[in-house]
């Protein structure tokens, strides 16, 4: 029999530690960035290729994390616990053996992996050490991306956000004594900062499996990761696949922008880099609030309150808006060039970056607005239609204006960044678009108590 319904919390409440958790996340990725920026902007090159391919790896781990959490919202929502953690177990399981997948991958075809991203020749070395240590991280990664997703379906937003911290502290001291030497230790260049990466995630897995056990009461059974009921884990890949391709799509369109970016040389790969870790600090407050949104949406509409969980989505898309212009508006008057100043000394590449910040002031709210509306979409289970409107504006505007802006008509990062702000609002507005029309009601995966009952017996 379902308990009453779990109360998430209020936005606020979910959403400041999400972002700081998410400022973490990215800051190791801009710590990496930053010191290896200090020994040469070509290991920032070969770092910023292999990370692409890891971050392709963890985009196809997370579409059952995003899965997971949606289905747990839901039935947290509709007062049934046990599915819920019969929702973990599943979700853990299935995506250690997708993980298993990816590292073998990884560890076996680095090479080629990196010749198909255009890796000029003299960064492979450092390319290939790079990849294949941090592949080492993909099993445990696969199963983090679950177990914090647990937690903040229940939440417990702050428990994930200490783990992030002390991943970060973890990472930072290693790049410092193994990218630097300190202590007479070796100086191991862009393996060092792969090494320390590896450390600090396993030690972010362990902790996660504690706080899960501590924060929600649910006891983990290594036995039960291999047994996937088909129900339970078609509610996972419902949302999960749909999300998955959306976020793969994103990925390799990236990838094979990235691509054209090698194309115009070493220095170009390296100002996208550079530009990107900072992006993503200024995506950071949209994003924070999607996630917290899409946890209050899902046990709204768990719990059958459609008309709180409509005008949900209008309040914390004006909040949105208006927090990113905020933060976007001095980044492209000045504060963008400060931070890449920070990064690097080589004048060209600090001026390619400061007209890319311009661009932001298109780019990044249509991207909050593509974020927060598709986040609120996936917690209702209406997780197809955001999927085709990628497929068709990435490849069908994206890619082939990257080509033509960036390429053909030679304006170079610049064109191929107007590619993207072009694509960010076409998927945005089209998004806004299927949330008035309430379509989402009718793709709710959840029913109160009798469809727990049904499973569990």
Same mark, same amino acid.
């Given at each position: 029999m379902a308990s009453t319904s779990h109360n998430p919390g209020s936005l606020f409440q979910l959403t400041w530690p999400l972002f700081i958790d998410l400022a973490f996340h990215f800051l190791t990725g801009a710590l990496n960035t930053f010191m290896v920026g200090h020994v040469s902007y070509q290991a920032v090159a070969a770092l910023a290729v292999g990370n692409q391919i890891l971050d392709l790896?963890? !985009?196809?781990?997370? $579409?059952?994390?995003?899965?997971?959490?949606?289905?747990?919202?839901?039935?947290?929502? #509709? /007062?049934?616990?046990?599915?819920?953690?019969?929702? +973990?177990?599943?979700?853990?399981g299935f995506n250690l053996l997708v993980g298993?997948?990816?590292?073998? +991958?990884?560890?076996? /075809?680095?090479?080629?992996?990196?010749?198909?991203?255009?890796?000029?020749?003299?960064?492979?070395?450092?390319?290939h050490s790079y990849l294949t240590i941090i592949g080492l991280l993909l099993v445990p990664e696969a199963a983090s991306l679950c177990l914090a997703a647990t937690l903040r379906a229940h939440g417990h937003t702050r428990e994930a956000m200490y783990v992030t911290l002390?991943?970060?502290l973890? *990472?930072?001291? /290693?790049?410092?004594?193994?990218? $630097?030497?300190?202590?007479?230790?070796?100086?191991?260049? +862009?393996?060092g900062v792969a090494w320390s990466t590896v450390v600090g995630r396993l030690v972010a897995v362990a902790l996660l499996v504690y706080l899960l056990q501590a924060r929600t009461g649910i006891r983990l059974y290594p036995l039960r990761f291999f047994h996937w009921p088909r129900a339970v884990l078609g509610k996972i890949m419902h949302i999960g696949l749909p999300?998955?391709?959306?976020?793969? #799509?994103?990925?390799?369109?990236?990838? +094979?922008? !990235? #691509?054209?970016?090698?194309?115009?040389?070493?220095?170009?790969?390296a100002t996208q880099s550079f530009f990107f870790q900072i992006c993503l600090f200024i995506l950071l407050f949209g994003l #924070?609030?999607?996630?917290? !949104?899409?946890i209050l949406i899902g046990h709204l509409v768990g719990a059958g309150k459609f008309e709180q969980a409509y005008h949900q989505l209008l309040r914390s898309l004006k909040l949105g808006l208006l927090v990113t212009a905020a933060v976007v508006v001095p980044a492209a008057f000045g504060g963008g060039h400060f931070f890449m100043s920070l990064f690097t000394d080589d004048q060209e590449i600090v001026a390619m970056a400061t007209q890319l910040f311009f661009i932001s002031l298109i780019l990044e709210p249509g991207r909050t607005f593509n974020i927060v509306v598709i986040n609120s979409l996936r917690a209702t289970g209406d997780a197809r239609f955001p999927l085709m409107m990628a497929i068709l504006s990435m490849w069908g505007l994206a890619i082939p204006l990257a080509w033509f802006l960036g390429l053909h008509l030679? &304006?170079?990062?610049?064109?191929?960044?107007?590619?993207?702000?072009?694509?960010? &609002? *076409?998927?945005?507005?089209?998004?806004?678009?299927?949330?008035?029309s309430r379509r989402w009601e009718k793709k709710v995966l959840v029913s109160p108590i009798a469809e727990g009952s049904a499973l569990q017996g």
């Open positions: 790896c963890i !985009t196809l781990f997370n $579409f059952i994390g995003i899965g997971c959490s949606v289905v747990i919202a839901q039935y947290l929502g #509709s /007062g049934n616990r046990r599915m819920a953690r019969q929702v +973990v177990h599943t979700a853990i298993l997948v990816a590292m073998l +991958v990884v560890l076996l /075809g680095a090479d080629g992996l990196l010749h198909l991203m255009n890796m000029p020749d003299n960064l492979m070395q450092d390319g002390v991943a970060n973890i *990472t930072f001291v /290693g790049n410092a004594l193994l990218l $630097f030497g300190w202590f007479g230790l070796p100086q191991l260049g +862009v393996a999300a998955a391709g959306e976020n793969l #799509s994103w990925m390799l369109q990236f990838m +094979v922008v !990235t #691509s054209f970016v090698a194309l115009l040389g070493d220095k170009a790969l #924070s609030i999607g996630l917290g !949104t899409e030679g &304006w170079g990062l610049v064109g191929i960044w107007l590619a993207f702000a072009a694509d960010e &609002w *076409t998927r945005g507005l089209a998004m806004y678009w299927r949330w008035k």
